[in-house]
């Protein structure tokens, strides 16, 4: 079993930046396909950016070029740097494992961000 924290979010004006980090407890993350996800009241949950098990990472074209995603296996950690943030990235921000032997993989409660222009 696994258990998942996000931390680091708050309210920045646009052009700032901010560091998501999401902390697994109660296994490893080292063969677990890490994403980010972020949600806005009334709509659906977007993923925006993933980390492999094996390393490559991958983005939606609203944060390419400004958010990274990174990953710390002994840690247990994972990272979204987000820069030049802009009022559309206002949401809460979840953090998501999956592994092939868990159907619906763990999610963690959720961090707000806020852009204000």
């Known amino acids: 079993q696994m258990q998942l924290a996000e931390s680091g979010g708050g309210w920045v004006r646009s052009g700032g930046s901010l560091r998501l980090s999401c902390v697994a407890s109660?296994?490893?993350?080292?063969?677990?396909?890490m994403t980010w996800h972020r949600q806005v009241p009334g709509k659906q949950r977007e993923l925006i950016a993933a980390?492999?098990?094996?390393?490559?990472?991958d983005y939606h074209a609203s944060v390419k070029g400004r958010f990274t995603i990174s990953r710390d296996n002994p840690r247990k950690t994972v990272t979204l740097q987000m820069n030049n943030l802009t009022p559309s990235d206002t949401a809460v921000y979840y953090c998501?494992?999956?592994?092939?032997?868990?159907?619906?993989?763990?999610w963690g409660q959720g961090t707000q961000v806020t852009v204000s222009s």
């Open positions: 980390s492999s098990a094996a390393g490559p990472t």
């Open positions: 109660g296994s490893v993350i080292d063969h677990y396909h």
């Open positions: 998501h494992a999956y592994h092939p032997d868990n159907i619906d993989g763990y």
